[in-house]
């Protein structure tokens, strides 16, 4: 049984988890079903307990476990006015509570954007309201809380809370140690939070540079080491049942030049190409015991030739998924408001057609009301059986089940305070992160900085928000982080399209230091950060490029002595290269993916492996 203590924090107008004899009255009906004075083991291991309740619940009750949604504040039960205007103008209840007892949601996704994540106290007492709300319901059953927590750029918890480095870095760190230990403190931080069910790790093996929506998000282009990192950090997330992890997005959304967000993409690979490139990490996850796989908005006619998206696809979903790869745990849509999902079928149709195809959870669909009542109607009408509904219920119930919430639904702020951000945690983020930094240029070497040679540094570059909740901006963190070092550093924000203007101060700034640190952010061949770059050195100061998201950045920076790759502007991984440049750490990361050449993309710059070290310095390879 869980430490139900508050600690000294209240917030939100969320009250305490009420002791453990109150939630078992409040679902009554559920503990009977399950036989609570047992574990939540004994009820995993015993479908027909699962498959009783199921059979209580009313259809209205069914349809609604099948939906995980977002829903707006920052409290249960007492969110700001703002929040219930959004509530009432997208999804017709004022609070999480009204929306539980409406439609009986299975699930709830958290967003920074729908302010649900302010601190981590207020996140906690957020799960316990919306369990509470849940479990007060007849037959009332405990919501499956979820959230996009890849680390890296993808994060919706952020600030007081551990934050690691993204996929690509920990990729370029090479240590599926790492990737493990990655998710088994997140995941333990996550739970504290009341969070259970996470949308990471991206299983994408990123071969196309140009991919807008994947990119760092993947652990890189090579398909075994990318399983092998997905393998891991699953390990890490549901090591003692703490959070479902999540292998994104089935089958493969790596080599796609459409943002599924805003287009409906099409991968034109074999079924032989897809095997070999596509598949391994999902095998790797299914192997490794994944509790949930989350599906793509895109179409692959190689394995389904009917123009649907994977997403609502039969063939894919359960012909592969299903039977080829042998996988019966919770299959969960990408969001149903992407648009991706939405080109071909209205609203309504959307989410019957993903159930057909094999789906359990339907996720954030753009109006929970048209989707809730069109599943609601294609079982009255017949399309849909009320037996299939019940196949994806009791998975989901089985990993609740699994996961304790039937036993322990609600989580204490005492748990919060020690395991949420806590200094071993962090400490633990600045090791990985400084794994994998990686070196991509050096002549001279002009790498690492000494405070001696170089004490004034300016910082310069672009400066896109933050994308976890990090402190931010990235030119502020490098040079707040090379001042602790011991330099005297300054910033500069250029912004990610410099004027003429722009590009002229940050010169005649860089007259005024001994040394110049840019940070770039996907740069192109017109790119205007390219021409800031190029006429940084007019001021007689070595430069020191670092790209702050893709690595592809080098190969349009020719003339640069110095260039590093951090993978992500968040804090962690910005200091580990403060760390990297200043000398206190060296390089050892290694590019999981390759650079072509700028004027001939057939051709490899950098190939993947490549990085180079301070105890191994080389000459830039010619461009």
């Not at 209840?93 to 920074?112: M, S, W």
């Not at 580990?576 to 072509?596: D, E, F, M, T, Y």
Request: charged share 20%; hydrophobic share 40%.
């Amino acid at each position: 049984m869980p430490d139900t203590s508050t600690g000294s924090r209240r917030h939100s107008g969320d009250t305490a988890p009420p002791a453990r004899r109150t939630v078992l009255a409040a679902g009554a009906g559920l503990t009977t079903a399950l036989a609570l004075g047992g574990t939540a083991r004994a009820a995993t291991a015993d479908d027909r307990k699962l498959r009783a309740l199921i059979a209580r619940m009313t259809l209205p009750e069914k349809v609604g476990q099948l939906f995980v949604t977002r829903v707006y504040g920052h409290s249960a039960t007492a969110p700001d006015q703002a929040d219930i205007d959004a509530n009432l103008k997208e999804l017709g209840v004022r609070t999480a509570a009204e929306l539980i007892a409406r439609y009986r949601v299975g699930g709830i996704i958290y967003f920074t954007w729908a302010h649900n994540t302010r601190d981590p106290h207020q996140i906690a007492d957020l799960s316990n309201g919306i369990q509470r709300a849940s479990l007060a319901q007849p037959r009332g059953l405990p919501v499956l809380v979820s959230t996009d927590q890849e680390h890296g750029i993808v994060c919706r918890v952020g600030e007081p809370a551990t934050l690691f480095p993204g996929a690509m870095a920990i990729g370029a760190g090479g240590s599926r140690g790492d990737a493990r230990t990655l998710g088994r403190i997140a995941g333990r931080e996550l739970r504290a939070l009341g969070i259970r069910q996470n949308y990471s790790p991206v299983a994408d093996v990123n071969v196309n540079p140009a991919n807008p929506v994947i990119g760092v998000r993947s652990f890189g282009a090579e398909p075994a080491a990318v399983a092998g990192m997905v393998a891991a950090e699953v390990a890490g997330y549901q090591h003692g049942r703490q959070v479902a992890a999540t292998a994104k997005h089935f089958p493969g959304h790596g080599d796609t030049a459409v943002d599924s967000h805003y287009g409906f993409p099409v991968i034109t690979h074999t079924r032989e190409q897809w095997d070999q490139l596509d598949a391994p990490p999902f095998r790797a996850a299914v192997r490794a015991g994944i509790d949930s796989i989350m599906t793509a908005h895109i179409m692959v006619p190689a394995l389904d030739d009917s123009g649907d998206p994977a997403t609502l696809s039969r063939p894919i979903l359960t012909g592969i998924l299903r039977e080829e790869l042998g996988y019966d745990g919770v299959v969960v849509t990408d969001s149903l408001g992407m648009e991706g999902v939405r080109t071909k079928y209205g609203d309504d149709r959307v989410p019957v057609l993903a159930l057909k195809a094999g789906v359990d959870q339907l996720l954030n669909p753009p109006s929970l009301d048209i989707a809730w009542h069109a599943v609601l109607k294609a079982v009255q009408d017949g399309e849909l059986t009320e037996a299939r509904l019940d196949e994806s219920i009791l998975r989901i119930l089985r990993l609740k089940a699994k996961l304790r919430l039937f036993e322990e639904p609600y989580v204490s702020q005492g748990g919060v305070g020690k395991s949420v951000g806590t200094p071993s945690h962090l400490a633990t983020a600045d090791r990985i992160a400084e794994r994998t930094t990686t070196l991509l240029v050096n002549e001279g070497p002009l790498l690492p900085l000494s405070r001696r040679t170089h004490p004034r540094i300016l910082v310069v570059g672009a400066d896109p928000a933050s994308p976890s909740g990090t402190t931010g901006p990235p030119t502020g963190v490098l040079a707040a982080a090379l001042t602790e070092l011991g330099f005297t550093a300054t910033a500069l924000s250029t912004g990610t399209a410099p004027s003429a203007a722009t590009i002229a101060r940050a010169v005649a700034a860089a007259r005024e230091a001994d040394a110049v640190v840019v940070g770039t952010y996907n740069v192109t061949a017109g790119s205007a950060q390219k021409a800031l770059v190029e006429q940084l050195p007019e001021a007689g100061r070595p430069v020191v490029a670092v790209a702050i998201r893709n690595p592809y950045d080098v190969a349009h920076l020719p003339g640069v002595r110095a260039c590093l790759a951090s993978y992500s502007w968040t804090d962690v991984e910005l200091r580990a290269a403060a760390r990297v440049i200043a000398g206190r750490v060296s390089p050892r990361g290694k590019l999981p993916v390759p650079v072509q050449r700028a004027d001939d993309p057939t051709r490899v710059l950098y190939p993947i492996g490549h990085g180079l070290s301070y105890r191994r310095s080389q000459s830039r390879i010619t461009h």
